[in-house]
């Protein structure tokens, strides 16, 4: 963190802005506030919110508006919300579709505030929902109208190639480069956030896809098509982000650490930056190791039944756990941490995601997961905080992130530094969404209410 940047600025950016509204709001006093924006920690500061955006960051000692809530933050930090860049939301239709593609028959009716709870009980207050249909859109909807309380949601539209590797409905399908920029001009009217190239499409496509998006300047996440193929042909200006880190690890038949410079090369060269999604494969080499180790997690509790159901008795990474399969697995997760730190060290973007909901990877918790992750693949804390906060918003080039005057007001408050200790962003004493202050009381309450359901 850059140290050089204190509370002079802090001051000046206050006698720039305007006098704070006597407008009824939110003060969060006596904080130790982690603006994430490469400044100082401040200590004892105020943070001030006003319609759902912070109004002013007051040093210990200044006056506080009047008529302002005041919530009493001594020996808490306070950080900016986090941001889960890879996620996949359960509604109606996207379990219906998955489970038509499994072959079974089971209940498929979601509820948008069980789905995405868990997201704001581990602090999460933002995520990419990198497989979005109608039916994460009426969520973002509900989110978004307030009818529930959730956190913001960018939506992405997956093209593959053909045959695709998801059915239609959850994908769509480009055979050309001419459909490629069909379909990504589609997606851009009917209102996606983002563009999700995927991993059967042809080189060609692939390129056009990239530009189309450009022109309409929709940021891409998403897979290194051409497994096997010149991976210098796939990673070009126009992909922001690769999805995960096993995309490079998979780019041989098995993962070769001695390419890894080469793809720190590629990555830098093109100006893609990285959505890790470490504890996407830790987690499935503990299922493929134990399947029974999912059973005693208590995090489980918290799915829908249906999700449960597939992860426990028709999960199909188990199904395929051999001893080749697992070492594979294992020299996934191996080169993965490599690469993720060679990719910090480089100051190549690197965002947290999870991969939510695939098997093993619970929504919200894993979240906090991947931040333990990064730190144990060499990542300082601050360097993964920043992954979970400031760098996916600065990436989509969004008002949050950042604990500074004119940000969207998601907060959390914490009992312990998370600088000091990456595990203490677990230990969230109070969510402020939008505004709104959730104390830890209310968030255990839904989370209790939602387990017995």
């Known amino acids: 963190m850059n140290f050089r940047l204190v509370w002079p600025v802090v001051m000046l950016a206050l006698c720039l802005k305007a006098p704070v509204a006597v407008a009824a709001g939110l003060v969060i006093e006596h904080a130790t506030v982690l603006p994430m924006t490469g400044a100082a920690p401040l200590p004892g500061a105020s943070v001030v919110i006003e319609d759902g955006r912070i109004a002013a960051i007051l040093p210990s000692g200044k006056a506080i508006p009047r008529g302002h809530k005041r919530i009493d933050a001594r020996g808490k930090f306070l950080i900016p919300g986090l941001t889960d860049a890879h996620v996949h939301l359960m509604s109606d239709d996207m379990a219906r579709l998955y489970l038509a593609m499994l072959g079974l028959d089971l209940p498929t009716k979601t509820n948008t505030q069980d789905a995405v709870l868990p997201y704001l009980a581990n602090g999460v207050t933002q995520v990419?929902?990198?497989?979005?249909?109608?039916?994460?859109?009426?969520?973002?909807?509900?989110?978004?109208?307030?009818?529930v309380l959730g956190p913001t949601i960018l939506s992405a539209a997956m093209i593959d190639g053909d045959p695709p590797?998801?059915?239609?409905?959850?994908?769509?399908?480009?055979?050309t480069p001419e459909e490629g920029r069909a379909q990504v001009r589609k997606a851009a009217a009917e209102g996606y956030d983002l563009i999700k190239p995927y991993s059967q499409l042809k080189l060609e496509t692939f390129t056009a896809i990239l530009d189309e998006a450009r022109k309409l300047n929709l940021?891409?996440?998403?897979h290194i098509p051409g497994r096997g193929q010149d991976t210098a042909k796939f990673v070009q200006p126009g992909l922001g982000m690769v999805a995960h880190a096993e995309e490079f690890a998979q780019r041989t038949s098995s993962p070769d650490p001695s390419l890894i410079p080469r793809y720190v090369l590629l990555a830098k060269a093109s100006g893609a930056g990285l959505i890790a999604t470490l504890t996407l494969d830790d987690r499935l080499?503990?299922?493929?190791?134990?399947?029974?180790?999912?059973?005693?997690?208590?995090?489980l509790a918290t799915l829908h039944p249906t999700v449960r159901k597939i992860?426990?008795?028709h999960n199909?990474?188990?199904?395929?756990?051999?001893?080749?399969?697992?070492?594979?697995?294992?020299?996934?997760?191996?080169?993965?941490?490599?690469?993720?730190?060679?990719f910090a060290d480089a100051g190549i973007p690197i965002l947290t995601g999870t991969d939510a909901v695939v098997p093993g990877v619970v929504p919200g918790f894993s979240l906090q997961d991947e931040l333990a992750a990064l730190v144990a693949a060499g990542l300082s804390n601050d360097q993964a905080l920043t992954a979970a906060t400031r760098a996916p918003c600065e990436w989509i080039k969004s008002n949050c992130g950042t604990v500074a005057v004119g940000m969207r007001?998601?907060?959390?408050?914490?009992?312990?530094?998370?600088?000091?200790?990456?595990?203490?962003t677990r230990r969230i004493h109070a969510l402020v969404l939008g505004g709104r202050l959730i104390e830890k009381a209310e968030l255990d309450r839904r989370m209790a209410a939602l387990t017995a359901r």
Do not use: H
């Open 128 to 147: 990419f929902n990198l497989q979005a249909t109608p039916g994460g859109f009426a969520q973002k909807a509900q989110i978004a109208s307030g009818k």
């Open 219 to 222: 940021p891409v996440v998403g």
């Open 409 to 424: 007001a998601d907060l959390l408050l914490l009992d312990g530094d998370p600088l000091a200790d990456i595990a203490n």
């Open 316 to 342: 199909p990474y188990v199904s395929r756990a051999t001893p080749d399969y697992i070492a594979f697995i294992e020299r996934i997760v191996a080169f993965n941490k490599l690469l993720v730190k060679a």
């Open 165 to 175: 590797n998801w059915p239609v409905g959850m994908t769509r399908v480009a055979r």
């Open 285 to 299: 080499l503990e299922m493929v190791r134990d399947p029974n180790s999912l059973k005693a997690r208590p995090e």
């Open 311 to 313: 992860w426990l008795e």
